[in-house]
């Protein structure tokens, strides 16, 4: 057997194994799928039980109800959740999106549910300092990376330094440490948040401007755009939306989320490191079934095969992993394939992967003496007979270290998935820290988690390379 006969069948097996892999992951199939964010009190948040609570989460059982449809609540991260509805990853999204005339050119957005509008907030000590917007020139100013108020300032007031945070945690732990002098938010929910994480802040002058709130849809879905908006008209005539308002922003509302109990921590962070590991195992597995004919082919004559497998592995190790996720899961659908989140990061994190374990494999088969081949085909041994028995036992204990460490770094990368909403620990971790703003306590913990698994597995590969070099391999 050639090695393009066993790439070929490498490739072969691999396909067969990934088609299984989908068949078992399956699609969505739910009536009604809506994303919101999960990270955003009081209008959508986990609750002490773990479950997605909050203003928005009321307006769409609300809608769902209204429709005759059951409802599938999807959180994903903000910087991507207009992408995911655009690649048919869900239906809607209700999640206090402001209708801006540029989203509303990609969109059909419904009639507003509810009107808000754009606050500074300030640090208390600095209530003489900045009393207006006059006043933060020159000054950084923290914006949630994506929403209208990063926009509207860039546009509106150059003079001001805008800095982008993925969420409302980050922007007050900087504002709280005095790397930002204001940030810019919703002030409803500027000032729910302030009061829930008990932070020195208050707002800083009037109001930039008044925002309206809508329902968007894709624009090749018109029948569901009306039927929004005929459920609202009717929410609204019936006074569901004021008594939604009212729980949640009014007189007799609670002013905090409710707390997280511990218990539920724990079992967020279990189930969302087995994610990881399940994410990162299944990776490791198909990066390492594609490295290893993919290292054969890098080591051999320069050929149409080798070019092809040079040209794929030095493109995939010169681009960043982030934008290989976002190709995957947005392109994907353009081409009419639909992938789940979690088969998105599997397919990426493998190619990946494949890309730098092939050139371990390859390192590894340059290692072995060019004599080892010739002492092989004296004996009468054939080409495959030579590198099974002879030349791939050798170059598989050299390449060993290398490759666990390899699986070190990949189970690393995994955390990179949360942005297409996988619910890997990170994610759980920063839903958490969403209720409870405190990072350090939650982001220490997951880092432990990583560092139990992970230690073990460079011990491992420390005591391998020191037996290879006590058995006189170069290493």
Do not use: C
Request: glycine content about 6%; aromatic content about 10%.
């Amino acid at each position: 057997m050639g090695k393009n006969q066993l790439m070929k069948k490498s490739v072969l097996f691999f396909t067969l194994i990934l088609t299984l892999f989908f068949a078992v992951s399956g699609k969505p199939g739910q009536p009604l799928s809506v994303a919101l964010t999960g990270q955003y009190p009081p209008f959508s948040f986990y609750d002490g039980r773990g479950e997605v609570r909050g203003f928005d989460v009321d307006i769409s059982n609300a809608i769902a109800e209204k429709l005759g449809l059951e409802l599938q609540i999807i959180t994903t991260e903000w910087d991507g959740i207009l992408a995911g509805l655009l690649a048919n990853r869900y239906d809607a999204i209700i999640g206090s999106m402001a209708i801006t005339p540029q989203r509303a050119e990609r969109v059909l957005f419904s009639d507003p549910y509810y009107i808000s509008g754009a606050q500074f907030f300030i640090h208390e000590e600095n209530r003489q300092d900045i009393r207006s917007v006059s006043d933060l020139k020159s000054r950084r100013v923290g914006v949630v990376l994506g929403e209208t108020f990063e926009h509207y300032l860039r546009e509106h007031h150059p003079e001001i330094e805008v800095v982008t945070y993925r969420s409302t945690v980050d922007i007050f732990q900087d504002m709280h440490n005095r790397r930002i002098d204001a940030f810019l938010s919703d002030r409803l929910v500027g000032l729910y948040q302030v009061n829930s994480a008990e932070m020195p802040f208050v707002p800083a002058g009037d109001l930039l401007y008044e925002e309206r709130m809508g329902i968007p849809v894709r624009k090749d879905n018109p029948e569901l755009h009306g039927d929004i908006n005929a459920a609202l008209h009717e929410l609204q005539r019936e006074g569901i939306l004021e008594q939604i308002h009212s729980k949640w922003f009014g007189p007799q509302s609670s002013g905090h989320t409710s707390d997280i109990t511990t218990r539920t921590v724990v079992s967020m962070l279990i189930k969302g490191f087995s994610t990881t590991i399940q994410v990162a195992l299944l990776s490791l597995v198909f990066g390492l079934l594609l490295a290893i004919p993919a290292g054969v082919l890098l080591h051999s004559e320069p050929k149409f095969w080798y070019s092809v497998v040079r040209g794929i592995t030095d493109f995939i190790r010169g681009t960043p992993v982030l934008i290989q996720l976002f190709f995957i899961y947005f392109g994907a659908p353009q081409l009419g394939i639909s992938l789940s989140p979690v088969t998105s990061a599997v397919i990426t994190l493998t190619i990946n992967s494949a890309a730098y374990m092939s050139e371990v494999i390859r390192s590894g088969l340059i290692s072995v003496d060019q004599g080892q081949a010739f002492a092989a085909r004296a004996l009468g041994l054939n080409r495959l007979q030579q590198f099974t028995y002879v030349i791939w036992p050798q170059a598989f204990r050299i390449a060993l270290p290398p490759l666990v460490n390899s699986s070190v770094a990949l189970l690393k990368d995994t955390a990179l998935v949360s942005v297409i909403s996988v619910s890997e620990v990170i994610r759980e971790a920063q839903s958490i820290i969403s209720v409870t703003f405190d990072p350090m306590r939650y982001y220490f913990a997951v880092a432990i988690m990583f560092f139990v698994f992970t230690y073990p597995l460079m011990r491992l590969a420390g005591r391998i390379e020191r037996n290879l070099k006590s058995k006189g391999f170069s290493v």
